[in-house]
């Protein structure tokens, strides 16, 4: 079962005696972390289960930071280990690695991707399912690849439901202030804040996952920026639209409920 509408209880945390069961489908490494760490962590220690796609290796990225050397052929090597030791940290179950290139999963036929996409929501019977928006926030062909696979599989998994059943897809979404601030060209449905999930209890433990990848110069810098901005309004949060794809009724599920009051 998935997502079931119903009255909410405030000492409710689970969906009749069973854990809810979170997927996160991303592009690279870290986005993980970037995106809805400070959530997952929460949910996790919540008594619930956190699941995360990673599609590339990120090969790409930078060679490390803090006196970190790595040699380009053994990066994705090494960011698999950061990815790992994080889900680890935050509760997560290990990843699903689906090996592709950084910057090659655009070559992809969508139709492939999104079948590896619907196999795992079938193997763990999502009830959230978090993926980026239309732009993948920096408009990286990686991040939209995802974003449109993790959509085409979702319409298909979510044909097998009922309305009062189906699972929530959501993305990660910025205030438009921090948007401004970071030249970010987003689209709508990535600046609406539908749920907005408090993180003062784990943003500690995601500034440390930021940390934790020493490969990547972005992470390392996001982590700074995180720490000095953590007592403002919109550092200890993390905030989520829900996808047109959603069931209309999206706002009377208890899963919605249930994460605006993590």
């Known amino acids: 079962m998935c997502g079931v509408m119903?009255?909410?209880d405030n000492n409710m945390?689970?969906?009749?005696?069973?854990?809810f069961t979170w997927l996160g489908l991303f592009a690279h490494p870290d986005d993980e972390t970037s995106a809805s760490a400070?959530?997952?962590v929460k949910w996790v220690r919540d008594g619930n289960h956190a699941y995360v796609v990673t599609a590339t290796?990120?090969?790409l990225g930078t060679l490390g930071t803090g006196g970190l050397v790595v040699e380009r052929s053994d990066l994705a090597h090494v960011r698999e280990s950061e990815l790992k030791q994080n889900l680890s940290l935050y509760g997560?179950?290990?990843p699903f690695l689906l090996r592709y290139r950084d910057q090659e999963l655009a070559n992809e036929s969508l139709d492939v991707l999104s079948m590896k996409v619907l196999d795992i929501m079938y193997l763990v019977h999502p009830d959230v399912i978090v993926t980026f928006?239309?732009?993948g926030v920096s408009n990286h062909s990686d991040h939209i690849a995802i974003h449109k696979a993790s959509r085409k599989a979702f319409v298909d998994y979510k044909n097998n439901f009922s309305e009062t059943e189906c699972p929530l897809l959501i993305y990660p979404s910025i205030p438009d202030d921090v948007a401004r601030q970071y030249s970010l060209e987003l689209s709508p449905d990535e600046k609406r804040m539908d749920i907005i999930v408090d993180i003062e209890s784990s943003v500690d433990t995601k500034i440390q996952g930021l940390?934790?990848?020493k490969?990547?110069?972005d992470a390392q810098e996001f982590a700074k920026r995180l720490y000095q901005t953590r007592k403002e309004p919109h550092g200890n949060k993390e905030s989520f639209s829900v996808s047109p794809d959603s069931p209309q009724n999206w706002d009377s599920y208890v899963i919605t409920e249930y994460l605006r009051n993590l």
């Open 57 to 59: 290796g990120g090969e």
């Open 215 to 217: 490969s990547q110069k």
């Open 13 to 19: 945390n689970n969906k009749n005696g069973n854990a």
């Open 92 to 94: 997560c179950n290990p």
């Open 38 to 40: 400070g959530t997952m």
């Open 6 to 8: 119903g009255q909410w």
């Open 211 to 213: 940390k934790n990848y």
């Open 133 to 135: 928006g239309p732009t």
